[in-house]
T-cell receptor, first 112, second 115 residues
């Protein structure tokens, strides 16, 4: 158990819908990262937050957005979902930028 | 941009054997970190080992060790006395030191340990 929690574990929804994925970092970790793992794209970095502020953006679509709240939990919002958004979404956290990243169990999103 | 390449999509060895997974990377950075992550069938991403580029000594964690060749931009993982529980996908990953943020992952190597 890495100490990072993600909910829900599984999510099945339809095209065009909007979903929210939630992540709670390890106690004391200020930095949260979101990654997408799909068969065709592999593991890709989406976005990073540090202590409530956005720090870095990767290959994140405009239909996707994220935020980190004062209690340091983070949410990833995916809207206008397409079949190709089906993937495993990981959240990771670290003490600070540059430290080891510990991954949550992931949320499996299936878009039908 | 940094890239990470794992040239072995799949590998298979017998239990108790030693296996080496290959990883090469491309970067213009001088200071950075390299990692090996393990992803078993449960899909959990587990950190196996970490190497700082400024350290010449190769990192070791129990049965896991790396061969870090900075000039060749090579970072291989050696698993000694392999066990059935080592069966997993293994990902090599790169992270810049300055303004370190994202992990850049390779495509992974599927390792199967046979009894």
């Amino acid at each position: 158990d890495s100490g990072v929690t993600q909910t829900p574990k599984h999510l099945i929804t339809a095209t065009g819908q909007r979903v929210t994925l939630r992540c709670s970092p390890r106690s004391g970790d200020l930095s949260v990262y979101w990654y997408q793992q799909s068969l065709d794209q592999g593991l890709q970095f989406l976005i990073q937050y540090y202590n409530g502020e956005e720090r870095a953006k990767g290959n994140i679509l405009e239909r996707f957005s994220a935020q980190q709240f004062p209690d340091l939990h983070s949410e990833l919002n995916l809207s206008s979902l397409e079949l190709g958004d089906s993937a495993l979404y990981f959240c990771a956290s670290s003490r600070s930028t540059g430290d080891e990243q510990f991954f949550g169990p992931g949320t499996r999103l299936t878009v039908l | 941009a940094q890239t990470v390449t794992q040239s072995q999509p799949e590998m298979s060895v017998q239990e108790a054997e030693t296996v080496t997974l290959s990883c090469t990377y491309d970067t213009s950075e001088n200071n950075y970190y390299l990692f090996w992550y393990k992803q078993p069938p449960s899909r959990q991403m587990i950190l196996v080992i970490r190497q700082e580029a400024y350290k010449q000594q190769n990192a070791t964690e129990n049965r896991f060790s790396v061969n870090f060749q900075k000039a060749a931009k090579s970072f291989s993982l050696k698993i000694s006395d392999s066990q059935l529980g080592d069966t997993a996908m293994y990902f090599c990953a790169f992270m810049k030191h300055v303004q370190a943020q994202k992990l850049v992952f390779g495509q992974g190597t599927r390792l199967t340990i046979n009894p």
